[in-house]
């Protein structure tokens, strides 16, 4: 009995420790966007509250939680509140199966770091990037405007399309690994990163990562100045914060992602395992930023014509490649 | 295939100029330290200007108040004993006014002028209404020569072409030939 309430205790804390640094590190991934997109634009970006402008993601918080909460007239009104919970929530329980460090041992226990070892993992962060375009979806469809749901048909479409390229990119992953458990597809990365074997899957993940994160180049559903702000035109507030979020959770969540899977995990020299996972996270998300300070928006027959017709079959192609070498 | 490289080429060539961007100095000018000197003719906070001998300009005609789109001009003409007008009373409601210039271009004795100044923001929008003692300054702002009376006008009961008190002499159009 004492050892389930131990267990709990221990899990409750590892929670608590995750969504505090995801949250943190989300708002501040706010901020790393916009001073380092504001460089590569050759401008200064948030310089005014605090040093190098690092109270901005707190002075934002504070104005969207004191901002009114306003619903449409005709809205839909229980989807358009419960809309947001879905995109942050999905988000937020992806990371549960990202492994960030080996087990350690306290008082005689072993205790794994990752809040749950799920031996599909990889399915059950499929099925939670999936549901997450119901946030999307939802609260397009909810809000009774048409920008909203054009922006939420065409983060459908695209979700439908990208997902099928995120998850054939990942089955040369699993042949390798041989586990669809995250932890030991990380494990089995302890000589080398799988990235140096599966440089096109990497590529092609990497790709349809960003698209699945609706950023830039792939950011259809948002797209500004077509759409307004599609999806979440019509929120406002902490709720409209809630999709922003989602939006920075889940880049950080498959910037841990491309970490397990192709760059080694937690693995690393010298520093700390959650150090490394961190450090790449940040780095993944500074190479996204980069593309985002780069590239322009995609017509969405080109954004359908990469997805099907490009990193499908070229998904497909690598997974035969791969078997085939496993085979000999 | 020829296609496929001038496409990686070109994301490889906009990813590098990017990349160059991270160590250039930012080019922004960075406001309330920095303020960028504005040009004579920038349309901002409004004066009442006087004429080179010091008198004021304004004759309180309200053309200024007419051509404003937004009325936010006001004014009360009255007379002086000899016989010319000024304005009693002026107003501009500053929280109305959009700025425009139209006034400036309304007023035939070059009396209000815009200025660059155009740090006008107040907590109270009343303090914003500036009353003529306000708006009155002590220089000719822009146009430092121009004086309206000096012009011959037209012949009045108080007396002919050029007749008027201060008045130059009506030019001959006819010796002013380049």
Known sequence: MSMWIAGIIVLLI??????????????????????????????????????????????????????????????????????????????????????????????????????????????????????????????????????????????????????????????????????????????????????????????????????ESKRIPFDLPEAENELGAGYHMEYSG???????????????????????????????????????LLLKIIAISLVMIWIRGTLPRLRYDQLMAIGWKVLIPAALLNILITGAVLLI | MNSVWEAITALAAGFALTFKHLFRKPITEQYPEFKRPLPARSRARIILTRDPDGAERCVACYLCSAACPVSCISMQSAEREDGRRYAA?????????????????????????LTPDFENCRRDILTLVYEKEDLLVDHCGKDTQYNFYTYAGIVTGEGGKGTHVKEDEPVDVKSNMP
């Open chain 1, 14 to 211: 590892k929670l608590a420790v995750v969504l505090v640094v995801l949250l943190l590190l989300a708002s501040y991934l706010v901020w790393l966007e916009r001073k380092f997109l504001a460089r590569l634009q050759i401008r200064y970006g948030p310089n005014r509250a605090g040093k190098f402008g690092l109270l901005q993601p707190i002075a934002d918080a504070v104005k969207l939680i004191a901002k009114e909460d306003t619903v449409p007239a005709e809205a839909d009104r229980l989807i358009f509140l419960l809309a947001p919970a879905i995109v942050a929530g999905t988000a937020l329980l992806m990371f549960g199966v990202v492994p960030f460090g080996s087990d350690i041992t306290l008082w005689g226990q072993k205790i794994p770091l990752v809040i749950s070892d799920i031996n599909v993992g990889l399915l059950f962060v499929f099925a939670l990037s999936s549901l997450e375009v119901y946030g999307v979806t939802l609260g397009g469809w909810a809000s009774n405007s048409k920008f909203s749901l054009l922006g939420g048909i065409r983060g459908a479409a695209q979700m439908i399309s990208y997902e099928l390229a995120l998850g054939l990119s990942l089955v040369p992953v699993v042949m390798y690994a041989r586990s669809l458990s995250l932890v030991d597809i990380v494990n089995a990365q302890e000589s080398y990163p799988f990235i140096l074997v599966q440089p096109i899957s990497f590529v092609i993940f990497f790709i349809a990562a960003i698209a």
């Open chain 1, 238 to 276: 902490m709720r409209f914060g809630l999709f922003f979020l989602g939006e920075y959770v889940h880049m950080q969540v498959f910037g841990a992602l491309l970490a397990v899977f192709f760059l080694g995990g937690w693995h690393g020299p010298l520093l700390p395992p959650w150090i490394w």
């Open chain 2, 89 to 113: 009373w002026f107003r501009i409601n500053f929280a109305r006014c959009i700025y425009c210039g139209l006034c400036e271009e309304a007023c035939p004795t070059s009396a209000i002028q």
